[in-house]
């Protein structure tokens, strides 16, 4: 009953988001409220679940971001004093699902034992079944145009693919070896990942400031480990190998949108993110079978006897898919520095949030860690724009 609720909510609240056509009218009938996991391990997360018992369901709040703005205006809404009403509902859901993921992500890992478990074929799911998703909302009518891609684009978009499993499989296995926490605060650290691959690797020179702002970030990550209770250098080393994952991805993305006529091709960013998701879980398969293939029997029987695995697996794979393709359309409405303030406010709250919900240490020199290296990477993301006005008045 719990995985129908599940389901249920996480679907509507997708379809809501993605699915429904510029000015499409929308009826609400009824509110639903549930929470998204199996049983959590401790009395905080059951009030927290308890809490959330008898809210009205996100279906509303995605059936509003659903419509774009000359819709809504339309309809006679729209911004409220110059406020982008849908803009703020992506930006709510796009942290709520970011929230909700890391949450699922983790009870699932933690049901079949961690990084002893079956890291590698539930992060492989998660991107098969957000594939499921997407595919079913090319079939359903007026949801989604289809993509023309030929099979020489999706040949091009084949390292962009590989970098993005690569980049979802080892935070996964960061996740499953230490604390959330702990993880996304060296996953914040990205930007010196970045950095480096950009100026040496790809040519694309960073100003002096940024190099500036890295040991800032780096400097942040050294402290918020020194006191770390889970602390794991498998989870140190997964995490930094998710970052140079990303890091590559960001910039073969650059590449591969170049590609004359890609972008009418494919049609939408979703369409794009789906064909990555696609894409990615096939390159994920010889991983999993090279590297839990041996019990992929014991895996199977644990989906089917164990609700806390299969529950929170798939409702982690829905959050996952659509958190980040909510991300995608809502930085594509803002500028730059409203961005960094964006990815700064969501780190922020999803490390000090998924921490006292799982109960993971926040000493105090963790939080200084944390808020030193997420303060550095704000920084590293709008100090051109602060030096460069200076450089150009003097």
Not at 176 to 184: D, P
Not at 255 to 265: W, Y
Not at 385 to 390: A, G, H, L, R, T
């Amino acid at each position: 009953m719990k995985l129908n609720i599940t389901l249920s909510l996480a679907l509507a609240g997708a379809c809501s988001a993605f699915a429904l056509a510029p000015g499409s009218t929308v009826r609400n009938t009824a509110a639903v409220g549930t929470t998204a996991f199996d049983k959590p391990q401790s009395a905080f997360v059951n009030q927290h679940h308890q809490r959330h018992q008898h809210r009205p369901s996100t279906a509303l709040s995605a059936t509003a971001a659903a419509s774009s703005s000359d819709a809504i205006q339309t309809r006679g809404g729209g911004a409220l004093g110059g406020i982008d009403v849908p803009l703020l509902i992506y930006f709510a859901l796009w942290y709520v699902g970011n929230y909700y993921y890391n949450i699922s992500n983790k009870l699932a890992l933690k049901a079949t034992g961690g990084a002893a478990g079956f890291p590698m074929t539930i992060s492989a799911l998660q991107l098969g079944i957000g594939s499921l998703y997407g595919i079913f909302l090319w079939l359903a009518p007026d949801a989604r145009d289809k993509p023309k891609v030929t099979m020489d684009d999706l040949i091009k978009m084949l390292p962009v693919a590989f970098c993005y499993a690569g980049a979802h499989s080892a935070s996964v296995f960061s996740f499953s070896a230490g604390s959330v926490s702990f993880g996304q605060i060296v996953k914040a650290s990205e930007p010196a990942f970045a950095a480096v691959l950009s100026q040496f690797v790809y040519n694309k020179p960073v100003s002096k400031a940024k190099w500036l702002c890295l040991p800032i970030v780096i400097g942040g990550v050294i402290l918020a480990s020194v006191n770390e209770l889970d602390f794991a250098v498998s989870a140190l080393v997964s995490a930094c190998i998710a970052n140079m994952f990303a890091a590559v991805r960001g910039n073969e993305n650059k590449k591969l949108m170049e590609t004359e006529g890609l972008k009418d091709r494919i049609g939408s960013v979703g369409n794009q993110f789906c064909i990555t998701s696609i894409l990615g879980f096939l390159l994920s398969i010889p991983f999993v079978l090279a590297k839990e293939g041996g019990k992929l029997g014991a895996f199977v029987d644990a989906f089917k006897t164990v609700p806390a695995l299969r529950n929170n697996m798939i409702a982690s794979a829905l959050f996952f898919y659509g958190y980040n393709e909510l991300s995608t359309m809502t930085l594509k409405k803002t500028n730059a520095v409203t961005q960094s303030v964006a990815n700064t406010a969501k780190r922020v709250i999803v490390i000090v949030g998924v921490a006292l919900v799982l109960g993971e240490s926040l000493d105090f020199m963790k939080l200084l860690g944390c808020g030193i290296g997420i303060g550095g990477v704000f920084l590293y993301s709008i100090i051109d724009n602060i030096v460069k006005p200076k450089a150009e008045t003097a």
